[in-house]
């Protein structure tokens, strides 16, 4: 006999299971990192999670309580913990535990975070986080935008707005479009691989208007967008974003600045001139999961004039006509997608309830420990540094290393649980790289970490 109601009645779920999955979750959120605390975590091969595991989907169902155990004891274990203050790989994250309480929220109240009509409340919240952003870059008051899963999307979906304008703007449309950008992230070749485009990228560790206008002056009539970076990935470059608005403006065009990590610190007054010339920008992305101690994903994306690029993604059909009938402000018609995770709504809880303050405080003590971390690095006979950081990333090398020596120390670092710190390069070859935006990571973390270089 089927019962197809059963998963869904209250008596489903066993008596303690909400409370083991509120003390897991809560011991976890508030891990102290100390020693013999959070672990840093470990990847497993698939044979070593099957043997520990075998299978845990089955037609009759395992129960909940073994579900959690296999989370708890198994999987969670071989998850890296981004948010531990040895993990200085790639762009690491560090939610505050007010916002991944807020995303516990948004996902127990079911929003539709798509439409104004299914989610006014949360879009405006959203908004809210929105217009604190915009603000901080000096955009004007009618920018608005959307948040969307990630960098890559937030990306692609500007691109394809500047697009959508340039298509609109011109009379006939070139054979191929380009996309002009410095040391941009790998998301913008992806985004103009989707988008059957050129990426036109300029070398050079910072793009600045001497060197993009004679690019766009050969690309005439061809460009859609030029990328900006505020805060590369690799160095935490800024671009020398006031000249660059400057020659997009003489040239009539769109000028997005992917500020993904390093729009953090536009909050941050000892780096807010670095950003000089944003307020130009006809988009720009920054993802709170990176610097805005937000959980993933969340990437949010600004526009300096919504409507049009509202023209570019609203999708239509009849079943959505009593949504795009109106002028409601639909999240949804913003970028590329459509039925959307209200992702900005634990954004808004940790402002609301910390404030903007707060946000100035941390990512200030991120920038200072970073600026901490060079002083540590030049200190080091054994060790140079790669340039001065702008922002949280400090770039350095080991004297007399080759690339198989970096990825050997990497991973016998990983291993030992002491740090997580992955090899990069640039120009002049491999190099090491640590990302700082964790408040909690100290200089004496970064010291203990290039004490394993020696
Ligand atoms: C991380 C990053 C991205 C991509 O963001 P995801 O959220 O990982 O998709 C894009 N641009 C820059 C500059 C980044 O640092």
């Known amino acids: ?57 089955t037609a009759g169902g395992i129960g909940a309580d073994e579900t959690l155990r296999r989370f708890v004891d198994v999987l969670e274990p071989a998850c890296l913990s981004v948010d531990h203050p040895r993990y200085l790989a ?207 994903d969340c990437c949010a994306l600004l526009y300096r004039d919504p409507a049009g690029a509202r023209t570019t993604h609203a999708q239509h059909a009849s079943y959505l006509g009593i949504l795009n009938d109106g002028d409601d402000w639909n999240p949804s018609d913003y970028a590329v997608h459509l039925s959307r995770r209200a992702r900005g709504l634990p954004v808004w809880f940790s402002l609301a309830a910390h404030g903007t303050a707060a946000y100035t405080a941390a990512i200030e003590q991120c920038l200072e420990t970073a600026r901490s971390a060079a002083r540590l690095v030049e200190a080091a006979p054994h060790l140079e540094l790669v340039r001065e950081p702008e922002l949280s990333i400090v770039a350095f090398r080991r004297r007399g290393w080759s690339e198989a020596d970096y990825r050997q120390w990497s991973e016998r670092l990983l291993l030992s649980g002491a740090g997580f710190v992955v090899p990069s390069a640039d120009a002049d070859g491999p190099m090491l790289r640590v990302c700082i935006v964790n408040p909690r990571t100290t200089p004496d973390d970064v010291a203990a970490v290039l004490t394993t270089l020696a």
């Not at 011991?27 to 990847?43: K, N, Q, S, Y």
């Not at 800024?238 to 660059?244: A, E, M, P």
């Not at 040239?251 to 807010?272: F, I, M, N, T």
């Open 1 to 57: 006999m089927t019962d197809g109601s059963r998963m869904h009645r209250a008596d489903a779920v066993p008596a303690d299971f909400a409370a083991a999955v509120f003390t897991f979750a809560r011991r976890r959120v508030a891990a102290d990192t100390g020693p013999g605390g959070l672990p840093l975590g470990e990847p497993r091969s698939a044979s070593e999670i099957t043997a520990a595991l075998g299978p845990s989907i």
């Open 90 to 296: 790639f762009v690491p994250s560090a939610a505050t535990e007010i916002a991944i309480l807020g995303d516990l929220v948004v996902s127990a109240c079911s929003i539709y975070g798509g439409s104004w009509l299914e989610g006014s409340g949360a879009v405006w919240a959203e908004n809210e986080v929105l217009a604190w952003l915009a603000q901080l870059a000096g955009l004007p008051a009618g920018a608005g935008g959307c948040f969307v899963s990630g960098g890559t999307i937030g990306n692609l979906s500007a691109l394809v707005a500047a697009r959508g304008a340039a298509t609109r703007r011109i009379a006939t449309r070139p054979e191929r479009w380009a996309i002009v950008s410095g040391d941009a992230h790998s998301s913008v070749a992806t985004a103009a691989a989707v988008m059957d485009a050129d990426l036109i990228a300029i070398p050079g560790e910072r793009l600045t208007g001497e060197t993009l206008a004679p690019v766009l002056a050969e690309y005439a009539g061809r460009v859609a967008a030029v990328v900006a970076t505020a805060g590369t990935t690799n160095l935490g470059v800024v671009d020398d974003l006031d000249s660059i608005a400057e020659v997009c403006a003489a040239a009539g065009v769109w000028l997005h600045v992917d500020a993904a990590y390093g729009g953090a610190a536009l909050a941050a007054p000892s780096a807010r001139h670095r950003f000089a010339g944003i307020e130009r920008a006809d988009s720009f992305i920054v993802d709170p999961h990176k610097w805005l101690f937000a959980p993933f």
